[in-house]
């Protein structure tokens, strides 16, 4: 069983920055990590993924503002947002999988607002 645990999220003006992290617990060989937001009323949504090694994929609402990265001897993904606007307000949840299952954490409030 994997545990993810995610930390950084909050309340911060338009333009600003945040940057989140999550880390994995357990043991086993994660392949993909990433992020999904899901704002009120609305359906989840990828916003970045970056594979084992490094490899990178966006939502296109994000690319160019926010920056995904992990660290693998610390079993940890960041995600890196700059130039934050009010729709990227939502509760953010750090995803990861491992072989052939999917893991999630509980999520983090992010909330764009002035």
């Known amino acids: 069983q994997v545990q993810l645990v995610e930390s950084g999220g909050g309340l911060v003006q338009p333009g600003g920055s945040l940057r989140l992290s999550c880390v994995a617990s357990?043991?086993?060989?994660?392949?993909?990590m990433g992020w999904y937001r899901q704002a009120s009323g609305k359906e989840r949504e990828l916003v970045a993924l970056?594979?084992?090694?490094?490899?990178?994929n966006y939502a296109d609402s994000v690319k160019a503002r926010f920056t995904i990265s992990r660290d693998n001897a610390k079993n940890t993904v960041y995600l890196q947002m700059n130039s934050l606007k009010a729709e990227d307000t939502a509760v953010y949840y750090c995803?990861?999988?491992?072989?052939?299952?999917?893991?999630w954490g509980q999520g983090t409030h992010v909330t764009v607002s002035s």
């Open positions: 995803y990861c999988s491992v072989i052939v299952k999917d893991f």
């Open positions: 357990g043991s086993f060989s994660i392949s993909t």
């Open positions: 970056i594979g084992r090694t490094g490899a990178t």
